[in-house]
């Protein structure tokens, strides 16, 4: 099965968000709401998951698993995008209008994952 070009963007995308958490952990241990407890194993788990995820999307046999695991880990990350949203050190000094445009992004991006489920 030919998968279409898109899905090959989509999965270097999270491959490459993936690998920035290791490359730049402070970056996102930064934005892990303190409510959550070890945010280097927090920030390790979810940039891996992101690599193996990107990973397995270009793979026809997996691709289909790999888009709902997506789709659970875009729901999973959210409060780390509300946690920007509400704290101006979390949230890099970027305007509120631009932390804000990201909460619905996520939406999108569920979205684009959903198409490769079916």
Do not use: C, D
């Amino acid at each position: 099965m030919n998968l279409p070009w898109h899905l090959y963007v989509m999965s270097i995308l999270y491959i490459l968000a993936g690998v920035n958490h290791f490359r730049k952990p402070g970056m996102y241990i930064r934005i892990i709401p303190p409510i959550f407890k070890n945010p280097k194993t927090i920030n390790i788990i979810s940039g891996a998951a992101e690599v193996i995820l990107g990973i397995l999307l270009m793979i026809s046999s997996t691709s289909q698993l790999a888009a709902w695991g997506i789709i659970v880990l875009l729901i999973a990350v959210f409060p780390a995008n509300l946690f920007m949203f509400q704290n101006k050190k979390a949230g890099f000094g970027l305007p509120k209008w631009i932390l804000f445009v990201r909460l619905p992004l996520q939406i999108v991006l569920i979205f684009w994952a959903y198409q490769y489920t079916l």
